[in-house]
């Protein structure tokens, strides 16, 4: 391992000092002066008609700055969709509008109604408290399937039905895979609950609109992932406001998971509002309020059918899934079931036939998006879980089923159409019998078992599709944007580089990791590279950071305007060494002539870039800054195999992870100590969904887990010290650092793993039981070894 | 509005509060102290965790009043004058125990109680000691190993690096 | 949170006096009320401070009878060593920040159906002191968030008499660690008391035919043959009322072991 600092060190985190003095700078940190607060009347009821607002008393107040409804955005753009969907029969998605303030109808609690602009924000919720809404409680749609009867009220009057779309997957397949299914020797059939789970990153959201009458500039910092995407979508789609006008600006922000990639309502609020009242306006979510408005992650139901020959060989899987959209369509919701999740269907293996279905459907409840692995978690769970019923209903052991039906040819043509570029599952399976020990398993159990408890060994694979994506492959998808990425590499004149990144860090430590790539190609100390990100002023348009493609996409840009770089300063380094080009060569820092003892130091070289007194003016312009824009030609693939060990106490039916083992294959990695905490992560939040987590809705829309008193976060003592290898590697073959990204794969791998290993549990203890859907509460544990 | 003094991080400060004013709110907005953060609304997750009179204590559930004539510290006291990070602080960079940097002026906080009154924890007692403090980034695994390093144990054996 | 004004008195007569306000309110440590509070839930507009006030602090032991003044922080119960049961209590309430400023008065005071101290006094036959009078265990809980407490009264302190033997099981409700069901087993002076927290309906409960069972015999298998009525239990989505029936007798049989 290099201890220099390039790719491959576990360089420690510089972004770390100002985190651990408490000198970060969160957008709740930030006060502008003169700022006056919002806070936004929400309903309280799932359904209702509105059938007036009277502010008339709230409005005298003190305090009180203005008081909007949802009649000061008839004018406005709707809370756009980044993302349609075509249906299985040709048809563009069911669209519905979603108001920045609740117009007509309120769908969901939560949904926003008025916003009330104050000197302070008690004044502003005292102002609320005022306003007489008149509200007509209509009936909740709150189950899925109940949500497509005929009969069912509609979320959306000015729709057709509460299908958002019904959508086949490969829709050509459908009938082979029914033949194949109906005649297969034996088919495994599985029913079950991908669980609705909330994000929560730790940091709520917060919003301040800024506007400057003096040069109609607006600013809105906001806690998100992608400051571009707030501004083109907000700035096109919503307000009208031309980019040149419009700064988004995401400081440190505190954790995203996907909940802080969607352009919120909130956000065009703060924005409008500060014109309005031309002052600064500030949103400050409480904890209580995100459970409300921050989108939510995953709430599929699936049944899932496998069928195999006799010998255990999978010849085609069948899968329905509903998919709840929440009452709006947040930003990528729609591709989220079916992009993100269809074409992963095929998982490690070579089932030659596949059908996905998807039924996207609206509910009376908060807006469903991306959640750390965004569809792919959900295409895992069905998989794995449908591999370890089969396997054993078929006595086969279920890491050889597994290995029987592995791919193991590269590059591979899924039927679900993706090429998986690398891979080598049996390697990653074979890493981790060894650090899972699974050979020292029984003499375990019987340790369990001495103590009176269960223990049991669940194992399962994963594969994902990251580093986001192929802009003409997502367009023909239904994609409103494309997904390259872009990097500016500026070199000062004496050599140090600012690099601009479009990649977003909330969490995942760009600035320490990407110098390392810099200082690398260059051979200069890391120490001399920093990055800017977060502020659509300084960084050229990019797409920010989710779906684990920070390195791959934005590390890749950065690795191309670096090339870019050094393609110019040699062009320089040769005219300073009187030589030619092509004979130059850049190693540690000094530019050399090949065979010769002649060079020329990179600090001189960059000089001579910005003081251009002997310098090749006639051919080539001074500075040395570059551009680029990189647009991956696939997805990568990382894939893995985890084994989780837990134990059951049979008396109360609480699980505790006794041994969580990951063996990931993420290509090549540029810093160990930051991929070992991401995968770390991504664990915790899949033991969260497994055991612990769950977003429920009573029948009248109410959210029951609405805070930490009920929404169980994992805590320390949830979990156990996990251990991670990512010593298989088989390269991504398409980008130019041959990495696969790595922030997704603990969330995705984990949940089945977890569930895996219960059920297994259960069995030993001579339990019939096939499946529980997460979370595995103690509660649903015991109620299942009842049956 | 009352006028409330209290010793912060060594120095004496004084500022108005209201009844309802937290102490959060008062490190955060009447002082400038934005390294406390506040993470939730029930007291749970920990984030705004400061000392006063040496306790831990969630300053997002204390009002500024309480803590009238208290001694108060808070994450922006831990390293010294000159920037050295304490070895707490050392520990959770070296150990990789933070990622957002959100809820991390909390753990450092929680951690410094807890070693002040425990100077050697197993795991076990780490893990329990945190379960005030929720991390939604690291799966605590390099939290814990981090308190451990920070309590002088040898930490090479826990698996990962 | 509303307006109101918090005072700080320094004794249990200042802090009556200003209770005598009909719309004060007192503040324990603060660990419920303030995100009561939070969520405008409350709307006092006087908050009247006990924690300033030192005759209602400290831990002493006299007689067989350990005296907890109200003002007393849970991190306290837990560092004493004469009541062992109720020091791990106490060390199991909340988190470590929660323990520092909680209290057992305000924890009685405010009697959530789910916190563990009521368990405790109840399955010891404590006493409650108020300012004005002294309350026996069984005719102070009045059902879930109820007591006997009159509005302007202050718990000043708690007189446990120490059992022979005791324990708390508790089982954890995952997101907010209080109890979903906790059991108090004590063999005291008058016998056997059988306490349960976090199952009921109608909060803290002695669990009677356990307690006449374990007087004839103290052995988890006294149990075998007793079957709790899941009817009034809790049903929520951490644990049907069955399964909180089901608990109570786990955590029964587990305290009675504990205690050997």
Same mark, same amino acid.
């Given at each position: 391992?290099?201890?220099?600092?390039? &790719?491959?060190?576990?360089?420690?985190?510089?972004?770390?000092?100002?985190?651990?003095?408490?000198?970060?700078?969160?957008?709740?940190?930030?006060?502008?002066?003169?700022?006056?607060?919002?806070?936004?009347?929400? %309903?309280?009821?799932?359904?209702?008609?509105?059938?007036?607002?009277?502010?008339?008393?709230?409005?005298?107040?003190?305090?009180?700055?203005?008081?909007?409804?949802?009649?000061?955005?008839?004018?406005?753009?709707?809370?756009?969709?980044?993302?349609?969907?075509?249906? !299985?029969?040709?048809?563009?998605?069911?669209?519905?509008?979603?108001?920045?303030?609740?117009?007509?109808?309120?769908?969901?609690?939560?949904?926003?109604?008025?916003?009330?602009?104050?000197?302070?924000?008690?004044?502003? !919720?005292?102002?609320?408290?005022?306003?007489?809404?008149?509200?007509?409680?209509?009936?909740?749609?709150?189950?899925?399937?109940?949500?497509?009867?005929?009969?069912?009220?509609?979320?959306?009057?000015?729709?057709?039905?509460?299908?958002?779309? #019904?959508?086949?997957?490969?829709?050509?397949?459908?009938?082979?895979?029914?033949?194949?299914?109906?005649?297969?020797?034996?088919?495994?059939?599985?029913?079950?609950?991908?669980?609705?789970? &909330?994000?929560?990153?730790?940091?709520?959201?917060?919003?301040?609109?800024?506007?400057?009458?003096?040069?109609?500039?607006?600013?809105?910092?906001?806690?998100?992932?992608?400051?571009?995407?707030?501004?083109?979508?907000?700035?096109?789609?919503?307000?009208?406001?031309?980019?040149?006008?419009?700064?988004?600006?995401?400081?440190?922000?505190?954790?995203?998971?996907?909940?802080?990639?969607?352009?919120?309502?909130?956000?065009?609020?703060?924005?409008?509002?500060?014109?309005?009242?031309?002052?600064?306006?500030?949103?400050?979510?409480?904890?209580?309020?995100?459970?409300?408005?921050?989108?939510?992650?995953?709430?599929?139901?699936?049944?899932?059918?496998?069928?195999?020959?006799?010998?255990?060989?999978?010849?085609?899987?069948?899968?329905?899934?509903?998919?709840?959209?929440?009452?709006?369509?947040?930003?990528?919701?729609?591709?989220?079931?079916?992009?993100?999740?269809?074409?992963?269907?095929?998982?490690?293996?070579?089932?030659?036939?596949?059908?996905?279905?998807?039924?996207?459907?609206?509910?009376?409840?908060?807006?469903?998006?991306?959640?750390?692995?965004?569809?792919?978690?959900?295409?895992?769970?069905?998989?794995?879980?449908?591999?370890?019923?089969?396997?054993?209903?078929?006595?086969?052991?279920?890491?050889?089923?597994?290995?029987?039906?592995?791919?193991?040819?590269?590059?591979?043509?899924?039927?679900?159409?993706?090429?998986?570029?690398?891979?080598?599952?049996?390697?990653?399976? #074979?890493?981790?019998?060894?650090?899972?020990?699974?050979?020292?398993?029984?003499?375990?159990?019987?340790?369990?078992?001495?103590?009176?408890?269960?223990?049991?060994?669940?194992?399962?694979?994963?594969?994902?599709?990251?580093?986001?994506?192929?802009?003409?492959?997502?367009?023909?998808?239904?994609?409103?944007?494309?997904?390259?990425?872009?990097?500016?590499?500026?070199?000062?004149?004496?050599?140090?580089?600012?690099?601009?990144?479009?990649?977003?860090?909330?969490?995942?430590?760009?600035?320490?990791?990407?110098?390392?790539?810099?200082?690398?190609?260059?051979? &200069?100390?890391?120490?001399?590279?920093?990055?800017?990100?977060?502020?659509?002023?300084?960084?050229?348009?990019?797409?920010?950071?989710?779906?684990?493609?920070?390195?791959?996409?934005?590390?890749?840009?950065?690795?191309?305007?670096?090339?870019?770089?050094?393609?110019?300063?040699?062009?320089?380094?040769?005219?300073?060494?009187?030589?030619?080009?092509?004979?130059?060569?850049?190693?540690?820092?000094?530019?050399?002539?090949?065979?010769?003892?002649? %060079?020329?130091?990179?600090?001189?070289?960059?000089?001579?870039?910005?003081?251009?007194?002997?310098?090749?003016?006639? #051919?080539?312009?001074?500075?040395?800054?570059?551009?680029?824009?990189?647009?991956?030609?696939?997805?990568?693939?990382?894939?893995?195999?985890?084994?989780?060990?837990?134990?059951?106490?049979?008396?109360?039916?609480?699980?505790?992870?006794?041994?969580?083992?990951?063996?990931?294959?993420?290509?090549?990695?540029?810093?160990?100590?930051?991929?070992?905490?991401?995968?770390?992560?991504?664990?915790?939040?899949?033991?969260?969904?497994?055991?612990?987590?769950?977003?429920?809705?009573?029948?009248?829309?109410?959210?029951? %887990?609405?805070?930490?008193?009920?929404?169980?976060?994992?805590?320390?003592?949830?979990?156990?010290?996990?251990?991670?290898?990512?010593?298989?590697?088989?390269?991504?073959?398409?980008?130019?650092?041959?990495?696969?990204?790595?922030?997704?794969?603990?969330?995705?791998?984990?949940?089945?793993?977890?569930?895996?290993?219960?059920?297994?549990?259960?069995?030993?203890?001579?339990? #019939?039981?096939?499946?529980?859907?997460?979370?595995?509460?103690?509660?649903?544990?015991?109620?299942?070894?009842?049956? | 509005?009352?006028?409330?003094?209290?010793?912060?991080?060594?120095?004496?400060?004084?500022?108005?509060?209201?009844?309802?004013?937290?102490?959060?709110?008062?490190?955060?907005?009447?002082?400038?102290?934005?390294?406390? /953060?506040?993470?939730?609304?029930?007291?749970?997750?920990?984030?705004?965790?400061? /000392?006063?009179?040496?306790?831990?204590?969630?300053?997002?559930?204390?009002?500024?009043?309480?803590?009238?004539?208290?001694?108060?510290?808070?994450?922006?006291?831990?390293?010294?004058?000159?920037?050295?990070?304490?070895?707490?602080?050392?520990?959770?960079?070296? /150990? /990789?125990?933070?990622?957002?940097?959100?809820?991390?002026?909390?753990?450092?906080?929680?951690?410094?109680?807890?070693?002040?009154?425990?100077?050697?924890?197993?795991?076990?007692?780490?893990?329990?000691?945190?379960?005030?403090?929720?991390?939604?980034?690291?799966?605590?695994?390099?939290?814990?190993?981090?308190?451990?390093?920070?309590?002088?144990?040898?930490?090479?054996?826990?698996?990962?690096? | 949170?509303?307006?109101?004004?918090?005072?700080?008195?320094?004794?249990?007569?200042?802090?009556?006096?200003?209770?005598?306000?009909?719309?004060?309110?007192? *503040?324990?440590?603060?660990?419920?009320?303030?995100?009561?509070?939070?969520?405008?839930?409350?709307?006092?507009?006087? *908050?009247?401070?006990?924690?300033?006030?030192?005759?209602?602090?400290?831990?002493?032991?006299?007689?067989?009878?350990?005296?907890?003044?109200?003002?007393?922080?849970?991190?306290?119960?837990?560092?004493?060593?004469?009541?062992?049961?109720?020091?791990?209590?106490?060390?199991?309430?909340?988190?470590?920040?929660?323990?520092?400023?909680?209290?057992?008065?305000?924890?009685?005071?405010?009697?959530?159906?789910?916190?563990?101290?009521?368990?405790?006094?109840?399955?010891?036959?404590?006493?409650?002191?108020?300012?004005?009078?002294?309350?026996?265990?069984?005719?102070?809980?009045?059902?879930?968030?109820?007591?006997?407490?009159?509005?302007?009264?202050?718990?000043?302190?708690?007189?446990?008499?120490?059992?022979?033997?005791?324990?708390?099981?508790?089982?954890?409700?995952?997101?907010?660690?209080?109890?979903?069901?906790?059991?108090?087993?004590?063999?005291?002076?008058?016998?056997?008391?059988?306490?349960?927290?976090?199952?009921?309906?109608?909060?803290?409960?002695?669990?009677?035919?356990?307690?006449?069972?374990?007087?004839?015999?103290?052995?988890?298998?006294?149990?075998?043959?007793?079957?709790?009525?899941?009817?009034?239990?809790?049903?929520?989505?951490?644990?049907?009322?069955?399964?909180?029936?089901?608990?109570?007798?786990?955590?029964?049989?587990?305290?009675?072991?504990?205690?050997?």
């Amino acid at each position: 391992m290099p201890a220099d600092g390039g &790719i491959g060190a576990s360089t420690k985190r510089r972004e770390d000092v100002r985190f651990l003095t408490g000198n970060g700078n969160y957008t709740d940190d930030i006060n502008a002066n003169g700022q006056a607060y919002v806070y936004f009347l929400r %309903s309280e009821m799932a359904h209702a008609k509105i059938n007036g607002i009277d502010t008339s008393d709230a409005e005298k107040m003190d305090g009180v700055i203005r008081i909007f409804t949802g009649e000061d955005f008839v004018e406005v753009g709707g809370v756009p969709c980044g993302w349609e969907v075509t249906d !299985r029969f040709g048809n563009a998605m069911q669209e519905p509008r979603h108001p920045i303030l609740a117009h007509g109808k309120a769908r969901h609690v939560g949904d926003p109604i008025c916003a009330i602009v104050a000197e302070t924000l008690e004044q502003a !919720r005292d102002a609320a408290e005022a306003i007489e809404l008149d509200l007509e409680e209509l009936p909740a749609v709150i189950d899925m399937k109940s949500a497509l009867a005929k009969d069912s009220p509609k979320v959306h009057d000015e729709l057709e039905s509460n299908l958002c779309y #019904d959508w086949g997957f490969v829709e050509e397949n459908r009938d082979a895979v029914d033949e194949a299914i109906k005649n297969a020797h034996h088919v495994t059939t599985l029913e079950l609950r991908n669980n609705r789970l &909330i994000a929560n990153p730790m940091e709520p959201r917060v919003a301040i609109g800024m506007f400057d009458r003096t040069t109609d500039e607006h600013t809105l910092y906001t806690t998100s992932q992608n400051p571009h995407v707030i501004r083109l979508l907000m700035g096109a789609f919503v307000l009208g406001i031309p980019e040149h006008k419009l700064r988004v600006i995401s400081p440190d922000v505190g954790g995203g998971f996907g909940t802080k990639i969607f352009h919120y309502a909130e956000e065009a609020f703060c924005t409008f509002a500060a014109k309005a009242v031309n002052r600064p306006v500030k949103w400050t979510c409480s904890r209580s309020e995100a459970f409300v408005s921050d989108a939510h992650g995953r709430d599929h139901v699936t049944k899932i059918e496998l069928a195999m020959d006799k010998d255990g060989n999978f010849l085609a899987l069948r899968t329905d899934t509903h998919a709840n959209m929440g009452a709006y369509l947040s930003t990528f919701a729609p591709s989220v079931p079916t992009w993100l999740h269809g074409t992963l269907m095929a998982g490690n293996y070579k089932t030659p036939l596949i059908y996905v279905n998807v039924k996207a459907v609206f509910t009376n409840t908060v807006p469903v998006d991306a959640y750390r692995g965004a569809g792919r978690p959900e295409a895992s769970f069905q998989l794995e879980r449908v591999i370890d019923k089969a396997a054993h209903e078929m006595g086969i052991d279920p890491i050889e089923l597994r290995r029987q039906n592995f791919i193991t040819e590269f590059p591979y043509a899924t039927p679900v159409a993706v090429e998986y570029d690398t891979g080598d599952y049996n390697a990653t399976m #074979d890493k981790m019998i060894e650090i899972a020990d699974l050979a020292g398993f029984e003499k375990r159990a019987a340790e369990s078992a001495d103590n009176g408890k269960l223990r049991g060994i669940g194992v399962n694979c994963y594969i994902e599709a990251c580093g986001i994506a192929p802009s003409n492959l997502v367009g023909q998808l239904g994609a409103r944007a494309g997904l390259y990425e872009s990097a500016t590499v500026r070199v000062n004149a004496t050599g140090s580089i600012s690099v601009m990144t479009g990649s977003h860090s909330h969490g995942q430590g760009h600035e320490t990791a990407f110098p390392q790539v810099i200082a690398d190609m260059l051979g &200069i100390d890391a120490s001399q590279v920093d990055i800017v990100h977060g502020d659509t002023s300084k960084v050229p348009m990019g797409m920010g950071t989710y779906g684990s493609r920070s390195l791959a996409v934005g590390g890749s840009a950065m690795v191309r305007a670096t090339e870019k770089i050094i393609n110019k300063a040699k062009k320089i380094a040769a005219h300073l060494l009187e030589a030619s080009e092509g004979d130059i060569e850049l190693k540690d820092g000094q530019f050399t002539v090949a065979g010769t003892d002649k %060079s020329v130091a990179w600090g001189d070289v960059t000089l001579a870039a910005y003081v251009p007194h002997n310098y090749p003016l006639e #051919d080539l312009e001074p500075g040395l800054e570059e551009t680029a824009f990189y647009d991956p030609a696939n997805f990568t693939y990382p894939s893995g195999a985890y084994a989780c060990e837990v134990e059951v106490d049979p008396e109360t039916g609480k699980v505790t992870i006794e041994r969580f083992s990951a063996a990931d294959d993420f290509g090549n990695i540029v810093n160990p100590m930051i991929v070992d905490g991401q995968v770390h992560g991504g664990i915790g939040q899949g033991i969260g969904q497994a055991l612990l987590e769950q977003a429920v809705y009573d029948d009248d829309g109410q959210l029951i %887990s609405g805070s930490y008193m009920d929404y169980a976060m994992p805590r320390a003592d949830d979990v156990p010290f996990y251990t991670v290898d990512h010593s298989c590697q088989t390269p991504c073959t398409h980008n130019p650092l041959g990495v696969k990204g790595c922030g997704e794969a603990g969330a995705i791998g984990s949940p089945p793993a977890v569930v895996n290993a219960v059920v297994d549990a259960l069995r030993r203890a001579g339990q #019939d039981i096939t499946h529980i859907d997460m979370p595995l509460t103690p509660s649903r544990v015991w109620q299942a070894m009842q049956s | 509005m009352t006028q409330v003094t209290m010793t912060v991080n060594g120095k004496a400060v004084s500022g108005e509060a209201e009844g309802r004013t937290l102490l959060s709110q008062f490190l955060r907005d009447g002082l400038g102290l934005t390294g406390t /953060h506040v993470g939730c609304d029930t007291s749970q997750c920990g984030a705004c965790s400061v /000392h006063v009179n040496g306790k831990l204590v969630k300053s997002c559930t204390m009002f500024a009043i309480e803590a009238d004539g208290a001694e108060v510290s808070t994450v922006e006291g831990e390293a010294d004058e000159d920037g050295t990070l304490s070895t707490i602080q050392q520990a959770f960079q070296e /150990h /990789h125990g933070l990622q957002c940097g959100f809820c991390t002026p909390g753990m450092v906080m929680a951690t410094k109680s807890l070693l002040a009154e425990n100077p050697k924890p197993t795991e076990a007692e780490i893990r329990a000691y945190l379960s005030g403090n929720i991390c939604r980034c690291t799966g605590y695994h390099n939290i814990v190993k981090a308190i451990m390093a920070a309590s002088g144990q040898d930490v090479s054996a826990i698996a990962a690096e | 949170m509303y307006a109101f004004d918090v005072e700080t008195p320094s004794s249990v007569a200042e802090a009556v006096a200003a209770l005598k306000d009909e719309e004060a309110t007192a *503040l324990g440590g603060g660990q419920t009320l303030i995100p009561t509070l939070k969520q405008r839930l409350a709307a006092p507009e006087k *908050l009247v401070s006990l924690s300033g006030i030192a005759e209602m602090k400290g831990i002493s032991t006299d007689g067989g009878v350990l005296t907890i003044g109200g003002a007393t922080p849970h991190v306290e119960v837990a560092a004493q060593g004469d009541f062992p049961a109720l020091a791990a209590l106490a060390g199991n309430i909340g988190d470590p920040a929660v323990r520092n400023r909680g209290t057992i008065g305000g924890s009685l005071a405010n009697n959530d159906p789910s916190a563990c101290y009521p368990s405790a006094v109840l399955g010891t036959g404590a006493t409650i002191v108020t300012n004005t009078r002294e309350i026996a265990a069984d005719d102070y809980f009045q059902g879930m968030f109820t007591t006997a407490l009159e509005d302007d009264e202050i718990i000043t302190a708690v007189r446990f008499p120490i059992p022979k033997a005791a324990s708390y099981q508790k089982f954890d409700q995952p997101a907010s660690r209080f109890a979903l069901v906790g059991v108090f087993v004590a063999k005291t002076a008058d016998g056997v008391r059988v306490a349960v927290t976090g199952a009921s309906e109608d909060g803290v409960f002695r669990w009677t035919e356990a307690e006449e069972a374990l007087n004839k015999e103290f052995r988890s298998d006294a149990l075998m043959d007793l079957d709790i009525n899941a009817m009034n239990m809790i049903g929520d989505l951490h644990g049907t009322k069955e399964y909180r029936a089901h608990l109570v007798k786990v955590m029964t049989r587990r305290a009675i072991n504990a205690i050997g």
